[in-house]
């Protein structure tokens, strides 16, 4: 079955915009999660979706949002874009909530570049 | 709180020589474990895990781990390394029981393995 799908792989921004990053995840699976990678930085979680609902949010300026619908596919938005939100935004999903074995699947990514 | 320490962010390595990609975590309560691969302009992919069981791993492409919870490292080896494994490896963990829920998995900064013809 297909894998996690994001949109767009690439884009480039100016500072002050704002952008949606969008996510579809493997068919079946409820949970998505975003994630920040970033050279200096690593991996860093920004938040997980279940059932439309935000379950953890990571430490992330409220500039950084976003939403699961009922078709479990998610967005997330950056408002207001500084140059240090230059990065790689992963999408993840899993099949459920609360397992903490469950393995992760991950998208290739949305390479944001901010200018 | 849990936290895991990739030691080296570089890995050079010939052609079909060992590797072994170093791993350790901390945390006040049990953990699952997990080796994830990123090749480039990839996502990341699971490599293997450790959920309980016997304390050697043994994941896709050749790779294994193993488990050791009083020195908490959960090393990464291969016997034999090839040009296609040339890519980043992180270490993650997650909590094993509550509600802790993968969410809470955090990774280290990642390894660098670069095989060199």
């Known amino acids: 079955k297909a894998g996690v799908t994001q949109t767009p792989r690439y884009l480039i921004k100016t500072r002050g915009q704002q952008v949606t990053l969008s996510c579809s995840p493997i068919?079946?699976?409820?949970?998505v999660s975003w994630y920040q990678q970033t050279p200096g930085q690593g991996l860093q979680f920004l938040f997980e979706?279940?059932?439309?609902?935000?379950?953890n949010k990571g430490n992330f300026p409220g500039r950084f949002s976003g939403r699961q619908f009922s078709n479990s596919r998610s967005e997330m938005n950056v408002s207001t874009l500084e140059l240090g939100d230059s990065a790689l935004y992963l999408c993840?999903?899993?099949?459920?909530?609360?397992?903490?074995?469950?393995?992760?699947?991950f998208g290739e990514g949305s390479w944001l570049t901010v200018v | 709180a849990q936290s895991v320490t990739q030691l080296d962010s570089q890995v050079p390595v010939f052609e079909e020589a060992p590797v072994e990609l170093r791993c350790n975590y901390s945390s006040s309560v049990s953990v699952y474990l997990f080796w994830y691969v990123q090749y480039p302009n990839q996502g990341l992919q699971l490599l293997l895990k450790?959920?309980?069981?016997?304390?050697l791993v043994k994941g896709i492409n050749g790779f294994e781990a193993e488990f050791n919870k009083s020195q908490t490292s959960f090393h990464l080896r291969k016997p034999s390394v090839h040009i296609s494994d040339t890519a980043e490896y992180f270490c993650?963990?997650?909590?094993?029981?509550?509600?802790?829920?993968?969410?809470?998995?955090?990774f280290g900064t990642g390894t660098k393995l670069q095989v060199i013809p």
């Open positions: 993650a963990v997650s909590p094993s029981g509550g509600t802790g829920g993968y969410q809470k998995v955090t």
């Open positions: 979706y279940f059932s439309e609902t935000q379950r």
């Open positions: 993840a999903s899993s099949p459920s909530f609360n397992r903490g074995g469950n393995t992760i699947y």
């Open positions: 450790y959920l309980s069981g016997s304390t």
């Open positions: 068919s079946g699976h409820r949970s």
